[in-house]
């Protein structure tokens, strides 16, 4: 039995068609169908390990909750991790293929199509529905030729598609004709209908419009999709969604750098999501706050390139007053590295070879390598005496005096390091703060209090809310007709 399959292909990027598809899955699960996500080619460095060894964009991983199943590297075949405006590590499948200039990347790029459609073909196998998101604006004529991921995989795989509109950001007419004028007529032809998506307000209102896609387009509009609260609570799709989440709150400060190329800044959600704790991202060209208690750096994809941008900033010198003043700091994954003495690079893996001085602030040194470390984690703390879960995902190997006074014992296995005085301290271990009871002991430490929530327990709650919104906002079972 192969799946139905449906498309929802998108006019630009941040239209919501991450969490359309989440809730879409939710939506169908919950009705007894075996559902399944797939994005083609993701580009996000946030990323999540999958149950058989690979790695996902995080949005796909999500996608994968809310349909009630693991992830695996067959929901996103293809992942762009930028470590520069120009240069991306590609993961393929789930393992690293190359490192790759963005020229040379759509020069390749044709050649992946095939992997692409076969992992979509194996998730399809034994499922009742497949949800396919595009990637971006699903019309870039200058991109049509490379094309794997919205029209071109469409036509390769025969699917039929959806298009998402954002009434949010202004345009959502010109954006959907704009779309029309410039697909084919083979291409129109595969477009089932038009879900408008974030909309406020009254629906009479928008009805104008309605009649005006219909009428210059042909086609049917399924839906007008409000604009989502419970979206607020699931992780961001990568680090251009902070400019929605910033808030300035009261408790204890936790300050954030907002470091180039910053991975799974998620990492940091069940912090902000604690009323106790006001957690700041830090954007280039301003100071560490003084009032913070703690300063967390989180992932990179580029560990070097990363150091250099926080001495650019006059960071190192700030979080050097910072820990003379008695403040903390916590490093994750790069942010661990970073921390150290001096990173190397020999081979070139993350950017041009060399070597970076650390921040000296443990006692540990990195050598950047070509094997990557993929695995998820759960274990007892026995320093702290909790459950503590998550998962390791990073390039480099960390040696050095420092790690004899780990900050984690996992099951009597050493992880991370600290200070002799307590301070500073760093882990590989990527989610560590979703685990409520020992998030809410480390805040405890730090003079604060922590609600112990499940972070987890919060997105799934958060997953039946979208899945209500667009089941009331929706024909489902129309929806599922126009798939095939």
């Known amino acids: 039995m192969r799946a139905r399959r449906l498309m929802v292909l998108g006019t630009g990027s941040d239209v919501g068609k991450s969490l359309a598809v989440a809730g879409l899955c939710r939506a169908y699960a919950r009705r007894g ?23 996902i964009g995080r949005a796909q991983a999500l996608q994968a909750r809310a349909a009630g199943l693991a992830p695996v590297t067959d929901m996103n075949p293809v992942l762009l991790k930028p470590d520069s405006d120009v240069t991306a590590q590609v993961v393929v499948q789930g393992r690293v293929h190359a490192r790759l200039s963005a020229a040379d990347y759509q020069r390749r790029k044709p050649a992946l199509l095939p992997r692409v ?37 469409a036509c390769a795989a025969d699917l039929p598609a959806v298009l998402l509109a954002d009434e949010s950001r202004g345009g959502v007419t010109a954006a959907v004709l704009g779309h029309h004028l410039l697909w084919t007529e083979a291409e129109r032809a595969r477009i089932a209908g038009v879900i408008v998506n974030k909309f406020r307000g009254d629906p009479a209102i928008f009805a104008p ?6 009428a210059g387009t042909g086609w049917p509009m399924l839906g007008l999709v409000r604009w989502s609260e419970a979206a607020r609570a699931l992780p961001a799709e990568d680090s251009l969604a ?24 998620c990492d940091l959600d069940p912090l902000a999501a604690e009323p106790g704790v006001d957690l700041r991202w830090v954007r280039p060209g301003h100071p560490l706050p003084a009032e913070a208690a703690v300063v967390v750096l989180p992932g990179a994809k580029s560990t070097r390139a990363a150091l250099e941008a926080l001495r650019a900033e006059g960071w190192d010198i700030d979080l050097r007053a910072h820990v003379r003043r008695g403040g903390r700091v916590v490093g994750l994954c790069a942010g661990f590295q970073m921390l150290g003495r001096r990173v190397r690079d020999p081979d070139g893996i993350e950017g041009p070879p060399g070597e970076t001085e650390g921040l000296g602030l443990l006692d540990i040194d990195t050598v950047i390598g070509p094997s990557k470390r993929l695995c998820e984690i759960a274990a007892t703390d ?4 909790t459950q503590v879960s998550g998962y390791e995902m990073h390039m480099g190997v960390t040696t050095g005096a420092g790690l004899h006074r780990p900050w984690l014992s996992l099951d009597g296995r050493p992880e991370g390091a600290h200070s002799a005085d307590g301070q500073v301290a760093g882990t590989y271990l990527h989610g560590v703060f979703g685990s409520g009871a020992f998030r809410a002991q480390w ?12 972070h987890f327990v919060r997105i799934e709650t958060a997953l039946d809310r979208l899945a209500d919104e667009i089941e009331a906002d929706l024909d489902l079972d129309a929806l599922l007709e126009s798939a095939r």
Do not use: C, H
């Not at 805040?443 to 499940?454: D, F, K, P, Q, V």
């Open 33 to 55: 169908l075996k559902v399944a996500p797939f994005k083609a080619q993701n580009m996000s460095n946030n990323a999540a390990v999958t149950a058989d060894g690979g790695e």
């Open 443 to 454: 805040l405890r430490t730090l003079g604060a209090s922590g609600s112990a929530g499940n």
């Open 382 to 385: 026995a320093i702290s005496g």
């Open 209 to 214: 419009a309605a009649a005006e896609i219909r």
């Open 117 to 153: 459609v076969e992992s979509l073909d194996r998730l399809s196998e034994g499922r009742d529905l497949v949800l396919i998101e595009g990637a971006g604006s699903g019309a870039e004529r200058y991109l049509r030729p490379q094309d794997i991921s919205n029209m071109g995989l």
């Open 242 to 265: 902070l400019d929605q989440s910033r808030r300035r709150g009261r408790g204890l400060v936790i300050a954030v750098p907002e470091i180039p190329w910053m991975a799974n800044a």
